[in-house]
């Protein structure tokens, strides 16, 4: 495969391509004369200040084929994103609320088994939200709450030239049947070993570790590269 294939193949892929509607939506919802925020929209979460810590905010919607052909880890895989999205920054998660819209019960109850299993995997609760018991289809949103101490805080936007760049990954997973593009490292882990990977961290940020960093999410791993720089 050449070289110009690649950048063709990644500019292309839809899990970058699906990014592009974020630039016109946060552009008209501005953040910054407010001054408790210190970030915001380009980050894995948004930051905002709470005594000597901030307060990290963050919400993920799961794509709609998913919830429809893989209900199950689509349940997961929302309360896996939003923890992760928390860690990266060198947070810890705190808790999560729901939106769950709901068309087909089948699919309803495959998303709570699946939601059900990450929570005890992650330990983190779910502890509210809303539902729409009479839609059209089917959806799963979570918000999630977590913490960092102002000293501590990695950020998506702080990348410069020179920095060396680091793919820290489970190599210990597979691909579900029928997901070719989630590569899966946790379901059938015990759920100690999973809560210490997330909290390794914490522990980076903590000794000041990393400059930078970023959650890889769809676009892979050089999308979300590409991402970090584009916020950087």
């Keep these: 495969m050449t070289l110009e294939a ?16 974020v630039h016109g939506i946060v552009g008209s919802l501005p953040t910054k004369e407010f001054s408790r925020i210190a970030a915001s929209e380009g980050e894995d979460a948004a930051a905002v200040e709470y005594g000597d810590d901030y307060l990290l905010f963050a919400a993920d919607g799961i794509m709609e084929s998913l919830v429809n052909s893989y209900p199950f880890y689509a349940g997961y ?15 810890k998660p705190l808790a999560m609320v729901d939106v769950l819209s709901l068309s087909k019960s089948r ?24 539902t729409h018991p009479d839609c059209r ?21 702080t990348a410069e030239e020179g920095d060396d760049i680091v793919f820290v990954m489970d190599l210990d997973g597979s691909f579900p049947e029928g ?36 959650d890889m ?6 999308g979300t590269l590409g991402m970090m720089l584009e916020s950087s």
């Excluded at 193949?9 to 899990?15: E, H, L, N, Y």
């Design 6 to 21: 690649i950048i063709e193949a990644i500019r292309t892929f839809p899990g970058v391509t699906r990014k592009r509607a």
């Design 137 to 157: 289809y089917d959806a799963i949103d979570i918000s999630i709450l977590g913490t960092v101490p102002k000293s501590d805080i990695i950020l998506s936007s």
């Design 217 to 222: 999410s769809n676009p892979g791993s050089v």
């Design 77 to 91: 895989f929302a309360v896996l994103v939003s923890v992760n999205d928390i860690a990266a920054m060198g947070g």
């Design 179 to 214: 997901l070719k593009y989630a590569w899966e490292t946790t379901m059938k882990k015990d759920a100690s070993a999973i809560q210490a990977q997330v909290e390794m961290m914490s522990i980076i940020a903590s000794k000041h570790l990393a400059h930078a960093a970023k």
């Design 107 to 130: 699919i309803c109850n495959e998303i709570l088994k699946g939601m059900s299993v990450a929570v005890k995997k992650f330990n983190v609760p779910i502890v509210g939200g809303h």
